[in-house]
C-alpha cells in the first residue's frame, strides 16, 4: 500500500513538471526578465514606429523598433535624456524572400516579413540606482 502512494505521488509530481514546461522553456507574457524584473508591457503591438532595419548573416532578420507614447513624445520634442518610463521595442520577423516576385522577375527581388524571430526585446529607462546584489537575492560579505 504504502509503494502504491509513493507510486501516485511520484506520477501526480512528473505530469506536474512536464505540464510547466512549455512554460518554463520561453519568456510567459507575465513573467519577469531574470534581473530587472522587466515584464512585457500591454499593448506594445500598438506603440508607433520609431523605425526599421535588416539583418544579414545568420540573424537574417527584418526588424522594427517601436516606442511607448513617453518614448515618442521625447523624441519629437528632442528630450534628452529619454525621461523614465520610456520604453522601446525592437521586434523581429524572418527575413524572406517573395516567391512571385523572384519568379516575375527571375532574380531575388522582393523580401516579406516571415514567421517572429529572434525573440522580442525591450530598453527600459529607469533611472534609479539598482542594488544587483538584493536583485539576485545575494548577501554582501
Ligand atoms: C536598428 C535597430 C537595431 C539593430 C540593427 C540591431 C542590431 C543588433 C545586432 C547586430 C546585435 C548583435 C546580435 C548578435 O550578435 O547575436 C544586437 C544585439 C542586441 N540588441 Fe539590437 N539592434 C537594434 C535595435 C535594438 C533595440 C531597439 C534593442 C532594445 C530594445 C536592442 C537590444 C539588443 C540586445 C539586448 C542585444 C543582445 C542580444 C543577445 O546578445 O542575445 N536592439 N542588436
Redesign the pocket.
Known amino acids: 500500500m504504502k509503494w502504491l502512494i509513493i507510486l501516485v505521488l511520484g506520477i501526480v509530481i512528473a505530469l506536474t513538471i512536464l505540464a510547466a514546461l512549455p512554460f518554463a522553456s520561453g519568456h510567459a507574457e507575465d513573467e519577469a526578465a531574470p534581473i530587472f524584473g522587466v515584464k512585457i508591457p500591454a499593448g506594445y503591438r500598438d506603440w508607433r514606429l520609431?523605425?526599421?532595419?535588416?539583418?544579414e548573416?545568420?540573424?537574417n532578420d527584418l526588424?522594427a523598433?517601436l516606442g511607448n507614447d513617453v518614448a515618442i513624445t521625447a523624441s519629437r520634442e528632442g528630450k534628452l535624456p529619454f525621461p523614465d518610463g520610456t520604453?522601446?521595442?525592437?521586434l523581429a520577423w524572418s527575413y524572406d524572400p517573395l516567391e512571385e516576385s523572384s519568379k516575375a522577375f527571375g532574380r531575388l527581388q522582393s523580401f516579406v516579413a516571415g514567421p517572429p524571430k529572434?525573440?522580442i526585446?525591450?530598453?527600459v529607462k529607469d533611472s534609479r540606482p539598482i542594488r544587483l546584489d538584493r536583485r539576485l537575492g545575494l548577501r554582501s560579505i
Do not use: D
Open positions: 520609431i523605425s526599421v532595419a535588416h539583418e548573416g545568420t540573424l526588424r523598433i520604453i522601446i521595442a525592437r529572434n525573440g526585446q525591450f530598453m
